[in-house]
T-cell receptor
Framework: AQTVTQSQPEMSVQEAETVTLSCTYDTSESDYYLFWYKQPPSRQMILVIRQEAYKQQNATENRFSVNFQKAAKSFSLKISDSQLGDAAMYFCAYLERNYGGSQGNLIFGKGTKLSVKP | GAGVSQSPRYKVAKRGQDVALRCDPISGHVSLFWYQQALGQGPEFLTYFQNEAQLDKSGLPSDRFFAERPEGSVSTLKIQRTQQEDSAVYLC??????????????FGQGTRLTVV
């Protein structure tokens, strides 16, 4: 079974600086998606960035970028120029790429709580 | 509506009481998922619908949990004879396509269920 591990329960960063959140996963599949979701106190999960496993190029979305190491099964999130609004829980998630089957549920890590200091 | 809507946002139930949680997905979305998020944990999959068909219910923790989506739009998650371990946030997500088709799942704000 696939698993997702986030080894940092809490992280802290100074406003305007850069922080990296770690994520590792375990799968025997070769084709899948990886995601980072942000969950503010409102509880709504918001997609931050997505990576397709067959793409070697790391995904980038404005101040957010990933370091995807497929062989190492590592998928870290880098947040540049951190802002106060970035403070939230961040979840790494895995999705098996499945054609026509019923399995399509996201598998989440336990999350990392990010604090941003002014 | 513009997003996934869940109601109620908060529910307090006495142990043994039945509860029903509602999810209004984004109009036209094919896929609908329910997740359970215990305090301090990541969401865990409960069940999946493709239109009105419940294609996967492998995550439902017991036969006290039941979900339906009779017309392929609104979904209800029902928990019978609630227990304290059922206390959690229940998240609903919808997606315009089938799983694995490179689409984003849009989440609601969840229902926080507290069983006392």
């Amino acid at each position: 079974a696939q698993t997702v591990t986030q080894s940092q329960p809490e992280m802290s960063v100074q406003e305007a600086e850069t922080v990296t959140l770690s994520c590792t996963y375990d799968t025997s599949e070769s084709d899948y998606y990886l995601f980072w979701y942000k969950q503010p106190p409102s509880r709504q999960m918001i997609l931050v960035i997505r990576q397709e496993a067959y793409k070697q190029q790391n995904a980038t979305e404005n101040r957010f970028s990933v370091n995807f190491q497929k062989a190492a099964k590592s998928f870290s999130l880098k947040i540049s120029d951190s802002q106060l609004g970035d403070a939230a829980m961040y979840f790494c998630a895995y999705l098996e790429r499945n054609y026509g089957g019923s399995q399509g549920n996201l598998i989440f890590g336990k999350g990392t709580k990010l604090s941003v200091k002014p | 509506g513009a997003g996934v809507s869940q109601s109620p946002r908060y529910k307090v139930a006495k142990r043994g009481q039945d509860v029903a949680l509602r999810c209004d997905p984004i109009s036209g979305h094919v896929s609908l998922f329910w997740y359970q998020q215990a305090l301090g944990q990541g969401p865990e999959f409960l069940t999946y619908f493709q239109n009105e068909a419940q294609l996967d219910k492998s995550g439902l923790p017991s036969d006290r949990f039941f979900a339906e989506r009779p017309e392929g739009s609104v979904s209800t998650l029902k928990i019978q004879r609630t227990q304290q371990e059922d206390s959690a946030v229940y998240l609903c997500a919808s997606s315009p396509e089938k799983p694995g088709h490179n689409t984003e799942a849009f989440f609601g704000q969840g229902t926080r269920l507290t069983v006392v």
